[in-house]
């Protein structure tokens, strides 16, 4: 598959994807090169950040096309909010911005946070309509369905709300991916809690959304590191590395589905 992509990757830095070459009769279907510009540190890089059966093409790739600025709306609760980080520079809501924007150079990312700490699913779906309306996104980026287990919303309400949601957003064409809870050996002590983590997995693949599975890749990453390495000493929120992780994991899956796009675009033509 990968010699038929028209984004060029330059490098292997972010752990992204390996070398791809594009033949020059297919350089014209070419978006921009992939320049990574810096290693991950190891205690990010994870196999489960998004999953083949959650992998999906992204229409953003038009805006890069069209060489404006790709607007990105990130919606959700505490994570989004920035609890946990140290600072407003280090949430990962400040730091997809300058990820994006150093693995895809010359493109522009406009990241917009409008994260409320302690709120539901129906909440973020609730404000999602003028959220759009006012910031007018090519992609939404939504993590949610921390505080629906930790409250054990109703899981046909909680399933019913991403559906419904996620069916308005398709309808006005704005790409989305999204983020399910972050890992913890305490939240986990909770069977409810992954529950609503099977919920997700099972609204993203039906609605045919990517899905960054946060909560597999800090799972795994947390048996070679342990919870303090991510999360803050509440045992619930993310810490400056937990926040830095989820950027770099999310700008993996956007240049991910960045590529899949422009493959889909190039195997058209032939």
Not at 187 to 193: I, V
Not at 218 to 238: F, G, I, P, V, W
């Amino acid at each position: 598959m990968f010699p038929r992509i028209g984004l060029m990757v330059l490098g292997g830095s972010l752990g992204l994807l390996p070398i791809s070459a594009v033949p020059k009769e297919m350089a014209v279907t070419s978006v921009a090169p992939i320049a990574l510009s810096a290693p991950a540190p190891s205690e990010c890089l994870s196999k489960h950040v998004i999953g083949d059966l959650f992998r999906r093409p992204l229409r953003i790739v038009r805006a890069i096309r069209g060489q404006r600025p790709v607007k990105v709306l990130a919606i959700g609760s505490s994570s989004t909010a920035g609890v946990g980080a140290s600072s407003p520079s280090a949430t990962y809501v400040a730091r997809l911005e300058p990820t994006l924007e150093g693995a895809l150079k010359g493109t522009d990312f406009d990241v917009v946070g409008r994260g409320r700490a302690g709120e539901v699913a129906q909440g973020a779906a609730d404000r999602m309509k003028k959220e759009v309306e006012d910031i007018k996104p090519d992609l939404i980026v939504w993590q949610v369905g921390t505080n629906d287990a930790l409250r054990h919303v109703s899981i046909d309400a909680f399933k019913n709300c991403l559906k419904k949601t996620l069916a308005w957003v398709a309808d006005k064409k704005i790409d989305v991916v999204l983020v399910n809870p972050q890992y913890g050996d305490t939240l986990t002590k909770d069977q409810y809690y992954e529950e609503v983590v099977k919920a997700i997995s099972e609204v993203a693949r039906d609605s045919g959304v990517a899905l960054v599975d946060r909560f597999a890749a800090m799972r795994e990453l947390q048996k070679e590191h342990a919870d303090t390495t991510y999360l803050s000493t509440d045992n619930l929120h993310m810490n400056d590395v937990g926040h830095r992780c989820m950027a770099e994991q999310l700008a993996r899956a956007i240049v991910g589905g960045l590529i899949e796009a422009d493959a889909d675009q190039v195997q058209s033509v032939f």
